[in-house]
């Protein structure tokens, strides 16, 4: 059984992003999603897509298991954009809690990302992302997805 096994299915989300990063803001956007999750290689992948029919574009995570190290890396890409966007986030899960990071850029500015997937029954999970521009001194959360399962 695969980490991400307990998001295969078909999902309601709601969203919350900040309006601003990087500025103190606690001014939140918060909108609509559905998401629908698939697992492959026996659990050591999975893949969803998720749409935003409110913000005309849709998002695609593919997410695979280096067997020998134990890590998971995440990719995601956007209709927007049309590429797969690195570098991937790369971690684990321990004790239920996921975490996973990359050096990326954000805003033309150097940023260390973060995802955090937690709060996992078989009705709900969560998914953070948060920035640290301070060598992860401190993050800033940019971005919430809460999932409930439909059907």
């Known amino acids: 059984m695969g980490d991400f096994d307990f998001f295969v299915g078909t ?18 956007d918060e909108f609509p999603g559905t998401s629908v999750a698939h697992s492959f290689f026996d659990g050591a992948g999975s893949f969803d897509e998720i749409r935003f029919p409110t913000r005309g574009f849709s998002g695609s995570t593919v997410r695979i298991l280096d067997p020998a190290t134990g890590l998971w890396s995440i990719y995601w890409m956007n209709s927007r954009r049309g590429v797969l966007e690195l570098p991937p986030v790369v971690g684990r899960f321990v004790d239920g809690v996921g975490t996973f990071y990359a050096d990326d850029t954000d805003e033309g500015r150097p940023v260390r990302c973060r995802f955090v997937w937690s709060r996992s029954t078989p009705t709900s999970c969560r998914w953070e992302q948060a920035f ?7 993050w ?3 971005w919430t997805m809460d999932f409930t399962r439909t059907g």
């Open 11 to 28: 999902w309601d989300v709601t969203n919350q992003r900040l309006r601003q990063r990087h500025v103190g803001s606690d001014d939140w």
């Open 132 to 138: 640290s521009t301070d060598g992860e001194q401190t």
């Open 140 to 142: 800033e959360t940019n």
